[in-house]
């Protein structure tokens, strides 16, 4: 899936357009989704691996819309793969299949919530946040420049990456 829609797969809601001023915020929940295409988690889960997560590529010539009716049609990867042989993976079939294997794995054990104690807010340490925010050339001068606040923020990413020039 593309643009961190495996969040989805983990039964975690997906915001988008968080940063888009222009757009309204879209919330897509993992099972509204799951539900508007008639699929249990198993048919679901290979449909979102079908389609390339973090952890397997997407099948050749294979978007959401054929992804579903193989998933619909045949029921899992590996029967897709042995009946659809116009759409191949990407690379050796033995190789492809591991990765949906581990896929699967991922999406099946997810960790367990924390306790509500665990998540219970702690007192904030004014010393380590002002340290952290430093770190990143935040400081309130830096701050002060011509670029807004969320212009500088919101530059590229971490990584140094940007998707949009993809």
């Known amino acids: ?38 699929l249990s988690r198993d048919p679901f889960v290979d449909f979102a691996l079908l389609l390339g997560t973090d952890f397997t590529s997407r099948l050749r010539r294979v978007g959401p819309v054929r992804a579903l009716k193989f998933i619909q049609e045949h029921g899992s990867i590996e029967e897709i793969v042995k009946m659809e042989t116009k759409y191949p993976p990407q690379f050796d079939l033995p190789e492809y299949l591991a990765q949906v294997e581990l896929g699967r794995n991922v999406f099946r054990s997810l960790p367990p919530v924390p306790s509500p104690e665990k998540l219970r807010q702690i007192p904030v340490d ?3 946040v002002q340290a952290v925010i430093e770190g990143f050339g ?7 420049q011509e670029e807004s606040f ?8 971490y990584f140094g990456d940007n998707p949009h020039l993809d």
């Not at 969320?150 to 990413?157: I, S």
Request: net charge negative; charged share 25%; aromatic share 6%.
């Open 126 to 128: 004014d010393a380590n």
């Open 1 to 38: 899936m593309e643009f961190g829609q495996d969040v989805v797969v983990y039964g975690a809601p997906l915001l988008r357009n968080v940063t888009d001023s222009k757009k309204p915020i879209l919330e897509l929940d993992s099972r509204a989704v799951q539900e508007a295409l008639s």
């Open 150 to 157: 969320f212009t500088v923020v919101l530059k590229g990413n």
């Open 138 to 144: 935040l400081s309130p001068e830096t701050l002060a």
